[in-house]
């Protein structure tokens, strides 16, 4: 059993940074990759970032690739998320994700893979 805590998250003006951080328990993450996503208010959930276990292959989306960078220390089995030139539209909950289950094409992409998730974070940029 995993259990995930995301913390960093605030209220940053547009254009400012944010570091997410995720601190896992329970079992270490380094036989885990790890995903971010995030919620809007009337959204569905959507991919952020994602990153193997070794941290050599990330994964972004498009709306934040340039941007964003994700990272992980399996030492410390913390992730990160640092964010940059933030903007209105990256308001949002932002939750951690842990997952075994590395195949298929995209498998990053769907929530549905990963098996373990935190509280969330909220982000809030002003414009």
């Known amino acids: 059993q995993v259990q995930l805590g995301e913390s960093g998250g605030g209220l940053v003006q547009a254009g400012g940074s944010l570091r997410l951080s995720c601190a896992a328990s329970g079992r270490t993450l380094v036989s885990y990759a790890m995903g971010w996503f995030r919620q809007a208010p009337g959204k569905e959930r959507e991919f952020v970032a994602a990153?193997?276990?070794?941290?050599?292959?990330?994964y972004y989306a498009d709306s934040v690739k340039g941007r964003v960078t994700i990272s992980r220390d399996n030492v410390k089995n913390t992730v990160y998320l640092q964010m940059n030139t933030l903007k209105p539209e990256d308001s949002a909950v932002y939750y951690c994700?842990?997952?075994?289950?590395?195949?298929?094409?995209?498998?990053?992409?769907?929530?549905?893979?990963?098996?373990?998730w935190g509280q969330g974070t909220q982000v809030t940029v002003s414009a």
């Open positions: 994700a842990a997952t075994s289950s590395v195949y298929g094409a995209d498998w990053y992409r769907s929530s549905a893979k990963y098996g373990y």
């Open positions: 990153i193997r276990w070794n941290g050599g292959i990330t």
